[in-house]
Each structure stands twice: as structure tokens, then as C-alpha cells.
């Protein structure tokens, strides 16, 4: 059976579970790319907002006539219109930071499976030693050398999470590399880019696409965990671990809202992907034949 | 046995050795300490003076000499905030880690292992199912927001447990431990499970799947044969079968909770080596984070060793080999 959308969609919502979750991603998708179509407020112009509707509960009606369904935070800020561009800054740097280890761990798992050898066991030796620091610690020591900043967690999210892809992507390529079709190749003298690049990765890809989405809600909880710490993204940037972190000192005085719903998005997210790639892992695995 | 170990302690010994370079010269590269340190309206000789104590005129090579120099006598280097050895530091909070990634663990283990090893022998009932499906979630919970959510309960709203700080200590052999105090047990509550979510989580799939693979071997089959209780069959048999991979998960564990400890430490108030580690990063105490940094690479190589260990008296099958 040739692969198409619908079917696959078809076979996919055969789980109702998992079903509810993919509709659950879209609609945080469809929110974090319109957000700023929707929601209340930009929660970062200060003009918009007004100190007068600073620590109001859920549910509870703003100075001019709006309601803020989430509450607000301590600087009148509407809850749920920070919560959804915090998602948004989320979910670009950890889809960056897969993006880009994905980029790494698919030219060194390559180049190590491809030329095997000296090359081979310098890559994979590195990998191994990344490998067996939990990346939590890595990428709190880098922020800590580097300091805060975009681009800093990114960077530490992709050196805490490019030698899992390398070795993923190495392990398959080299079961790929025994298969006839690869042999076939050879002896036609293609050139080696078009071997790697036409023959070799597309038959590596079910793997790839489970893991990048495993890893994608690891390197989301990841970033929100080192923002929540400090040494993460700057408050310019404020992801949702920032805003969940900026609640914590009012959760003694009994002003929950202001980090129990974003870290209830947060979940949401990170369940749902999970589940999704849960779902994924068991579809694309080439014994069912979609 | 005696060749392996010797073995890999001089494996580990070049590994941290490496490691201490590779730390020393990234930590020392980037960041200026003195910028922080030094009231920036103190003299141009007082600077002078302050950078010569804390040895930040000399080269990098010749710092990392000195470091090492110290190393090999236990010291490594002085806090510039704490004005103290940056190991002992380390050492005094050492305890207060240890003892809730032990507790977190020890929770793990405890609920963990019996659930798994429900949802695997009956895997299609509702309590199975609820078992598995929770489990997924708690993989995906963020250690963080867990914590905020505990505190919220149990502390803010309902006053059953403390949310912050470790409570009475009683000293033993000169460290000083919170769990044989009652109040002390009472703090150790909220962050214990806190920090034990995720560990749990994986040790419920584990047993699960390894209880799954077991149940059709011919062993098993055997000792229901031999007419064996269900019982003994699942303690003796079924559990000593699956215990390798789930050490070894444990082991890793260990020191992935530690690491995750820093999380739980911020939250709770807890004083171990993870918020001193934070402390030292907003601050920029560069010998504290090299000091850190390598006890931690010292514990994790030391867990190793143990689980590796640890195989050889659980199966037969892996005797250590003298190469």
C-alpha cells in the first residue's frame, strides 16, 4: 500500500487516545502560531497593560471591560495571553535546538557509519562520553560557562542532545548499509553524496522522525526547567519557564494561578507529543507495512 | 577481580584527569570573576591586590598546574565568595543530597517494583492499564512544576508537611542527617516524591516490559510444573530474572537524580550540593563549579564501578573477566 496522508490519518485515529492528543497538538499549535491574532493582549507592550489589574484571580473582570480568563500576574499582564507567546518562545527554541542537533547527529552518524574505522570510533567514543552525563547537567554547565541568552540554550540544548541522534542515526545506517538496494548503488558509481543523501537517509527516516519527536518535548521541559532555575533564557525572552518561576514567590501567599495553568500548558504540550510520538513509533515501524 | 578493578580505576583516574582539564579551561576561559568580586570603587591597587590573592594573574596553563598540584593534596582551590576550600564546601552539603536522591530512589524502588510487577503478570485488567497510562504521564511532568504543585498542596493549602529547608539534623560521624528526626522526616516528604516521579515512572515500564518478556520462558513454565506457589515463582524466580536491567537503570539513575536534584534543592530550600552550585553560578565562584563538576564525574564513575560490580553476584552468567 503507497503511503498517503489520509490513510495514514485513518490508521493513526484507530487509538481514540491518541487521537485526542494530536487534535490536542494542533489546537496548541494553531495557538502558538496565531497567537498574536488572538489573544487579549501582547502581554510584553506595556502600554497595553495596567498596573491596576495586577494579581487578579481567574475569571475575574479587568478595569476596562475585558476578562481575564486566567487571571493576571503581578504586573497586570493577562495570564493566558503570556502563557500562549511563552509557548511560542518554547516551542521555537526546543524545535531549533532538535533541528539543529537532528542537522549534527545526521552528518556525524553518516560520516560514522559510512567510513567506519578510525573516524567511526572517534565520533562514537565522543558521543558516549556525552552520553553518559545526564544532559540536564550539560546544559546547565555550558549556560553556566556561556550565560544566559537565546542562543546559548540552544547551543547547550544541541550539545546535550546531538550524540543521541548520532548514534540512532549511525546504528540504522549501518543496518541500512547492508541491505541490497545499498550494494546496487555502489556498483552503479553513484556518487557518494547521492548514495548518503537519495539511498542511505530516506530509508533511516522512521527512527529519525520518532526521535526528533521524543526529543523535541525533552528539549521543551529541558529549557523550561533551566529558565525556571535562572540560568536559562533572559527575561526578555520569557518562555514559559519563566513565567511559571515568575509565580513561584506569590504560591506561599495562595496566588496559585500564575504558575499552576502555565505549567498545565506546559504539560498539556508535553504530553501530547509524547503521545504522539508514542503513537508514531508504533505506526512507522516497518513490520505493520502502512 | 582484582585486575579489573585496578583496571578500571586507572581508567577512571585518566577520565577525570581529562575531565578536570576540560573543565578548568571552560570555566576559566569565559566569565570574568573579578568584575563581580571587586567593588567596582576600590582602588586600582586594591584590584591589583585582590586579583594577585585569588591567583588571577597568572597564565591559564600555570593555573591549571597549580590547581592540579592542590588536587592531588584534596584541595581543590578556594572559594572567592565563601573564602573557604570549595571541597568542603561541597562535602558539608553532600549529605543533604544524598540523602534525598537515596530517599527519592528508595520510594522509586519500593512502589515501583510491585506496581510493574501488577501491571505485568495481568496486563490487560483496569489496574494495569491505569498503572501504564500513569506512568506516561509522569515521564512527561516537569520536575519543576511538580514541585510548585506539591508545595501548593501540601504545604500552602493543606499544612501536612513543610515546604522548605531540611528540618532538625542529627550528626553522625560528623555529617549531619535529617531523616532520623521526625521533624526532619516531615521536610524529607515533599521533595523525596518530587524528585522520585520520574524514577518511578521508569521502573514501573521496566518491570512491566521485562515481566512481559519473561512470563512465556521455559523456566517459568517449569516452576509452575514443578508445581511451585505463585509466590515463589515471581520472587525467587521471575524478579531475580529481570533485577540486571533494572539495576542498571537504578544505578544510572542515581546520578541522573542527583543531577535533577538541583531542580528540587532550588524549590524546596533544600541545602545540598545543588543550590550551591546554583548560589555559585549566579555568582561566577569558578572553584566551586570545578569542584562540583568533579565530584560529580567521581560519584558517577563510582556508580559505575558498583553496578558493574554488582552483576557478577546477580548473574552467574557475567563473571567479570581478568583480561
Known sequence: ?290 | MLIFLTNRIIQSFIVLLAMSLLVFAAVYAIGNPIDVLINPEASEEEKLKTIKNLGLDKSLFEQYFIFLKNAFKGELGYSFVHNRPAITLILERLPATLELTISALLIAIIFGIPLGVIAGLNPNNLVSKSILATSIFFFSLPTFWVGLILIMLFAVSYNFFPSTGRGDTIEIFGFYFSFLTFDGLKHLVLPSINLALYPLALIIRLTFAGIQETLPLDFIKFAKAKGLSRFRIITFHLLKYILIPIVTVIGLQFSVLIAFAVITESIFAWPGMGRLIIESITLLDRPVIVAYLLVIVFIFMLVNLIVDILYSFLDPRIRISDK
Request: aromatic share 12%.
Open chain 1, 1 to 290: 500500500m503507497k503511503f498517503n496522508i489520509i490513510n495514514f490519518l485513518k490508521i493513526y485515529s484507530e487509538d481514540k487516545l491518541a487521537l485526542f492528543f494530536f487534535i490536542n497538538l494542533i489546537i496548541i499549535l494553531g495557538l502558538v502560531i496565531f497567537g498574536p491574532l488572538i489573544t487579549l493582549q501582547n502581554p510584553y507592550d506595556l502600554s497595553q497593560l495596567n498596573i491596576l489589574d495586577s494579581l487578579l484571580p481567574p475569571l475575574s473582570q479587568a478595569y476596562e471591560n475585558n476578562y481575564f480568563l486566567l487571571g493576571t500576574d503581578d504586573q497586570g499582564r493577562d495570564l493566558l495571553s503570556a502563557i500562549i507567546y511563552g509557548l511560542r518562545i518554547s516551542l521555537y527554541v526546543g524545535s531549533l535546538s532538535v533541528i539543529i542537533s537532528l542537522i549534527v547527529g545526521i552528518i556525524l552518524g553518516v560520516v560514522s557509519a559510512y567510513f567506519g574505522g578510525f573516524v567511526d570510533n572517534f565520533i562514537m567514543r565522543v558521543a558516549d562520553m556525552v552520553l553518559a552525563m545526564p544532559s540536564f547537567l550539560i546544559a546547565l554547565v555550558l549556560l553556566s560557562i556561556l550565560g544566559r541568552g537565546l542562543e546559548n540554550v540552544v547551543f547547550a540544548l544541541v550539545m546535550s542532545q546531538w550524540a543521541t541522534f548520532a548514534r540512532v542515526i549511525r546504528s540504522s545506517a549501518l543496518s541500512e548499509k547492508e541491505k541490497d538496494y545499498f550494494y546496487s548503488a555502489r556498483c552503479l558509481c553513484l556518487p557518494q553524496s547521492r548514495i548518503i543523501f537519495g539511498h542511505l537517509l530516506p530509508n533511516c527516516l522512521p527512527p529519525i522522525i520518532v526521535l526528533s519527536t521524543i526529543n523535541l518535548a525533552f528539549a521543551i521541559t529541558l529549557e523550561a526547567s533551566l529558565s525556571f532555575l535562572g540560568v536559562g533564557l533572559p527575561i526578555t525572552e520569557p518562555s514559559i519557564g519563566l513565567i511559571i518561576s515568575n509565580g513561584y514567590e506569590y504560591i506561599i501567599v495562595g496566588k496559585y494561578w500564575m504558575s499552576l495553568y502555565p505549567g498545565l500548558f506546559l504539560l498539556i504540550t508535553v504530553v501530547s507529543i509524547n503521545i504522539f510520538s508514542d503513537r508514531l513509533r508504533i505506526l512507522l515501524n516497518p513490520r505493520l507495512n502502512i
